[in-house]
């Protein structure tokens, strides 16, 4: 009889405790927000502009024929800026490896790789699903902080 009662407290513990613990699994996460979904893609370099040191109110294309085939990856993981099969020394993007976080309320996106000089933010132009286009003001060199804008297409 004691045999009986204590095989059903056993059963009764063991399809209780999975039932807890399967109403303590969200199947269902939060979905991310929409800019975050548009930018977890590869994205390719279209063009990087600065304004005209003439003519301000105009753009001059700063991109190098090397950098044509580079491109950025955006994963929860973090990003990761890829030189393309053409290498050049490129001084656009001081480093190539890190987090970032989307900043909704300023509509940015934030990139760092562990060091308060790296931290980047970047505006963001223009994003859909095949265009992204941010502007940041480059101060890697403080005394001439130049504005760049990038275009990637995916």
């Not at 056993?10 to 303590?24: K, P």
């Not at 990087?48 to 105009?58: D, F, L, Q, R």
Request: hydrophobic residues 35%.
């Amino acid at each position: 009889m004691k045999k009986q009662n204590l095989l059903k407290l056993i059963a009764i513990a063991v399809v209780g405790s999975t039932l807890l613990l399967a109403c303590d699994k969200n199947d269902n996460p939060a979905p991310l927000p929409e800019p975050v979904q548009k930018l977890m893609f590869d994205w390719k370099i279209t063009d990087i502009t600065t304004p005209k040191v003439t003519n301000p109110a105009t753009d001059s294309s700063i991109l190098k024929t090397c950098m044509s085939d580079d491109i950025i990856q955006f994963a929860s993981t973090g990003y990761d800026f890829q030189d393309g099969t053409t290498k050049c020394d490129s001084t656009i993007f001081p480093y190539s490896k890190g987090s970032w976080a989307y900043d909704i309320s300023k509509d940015s996106i934030q990139l760092g790789n562990g060091t308060p000089q790296s931290y980047q933010s970047w505006k963001v132009l223009k994003l859909n699903d095949s265009v992204l286009q941010v502007r940041y003001v480059d101060s890697v060199h403080f005394e001439d902080n130049v504005t760049k804008t990038i275009s990637f297409k995916h």
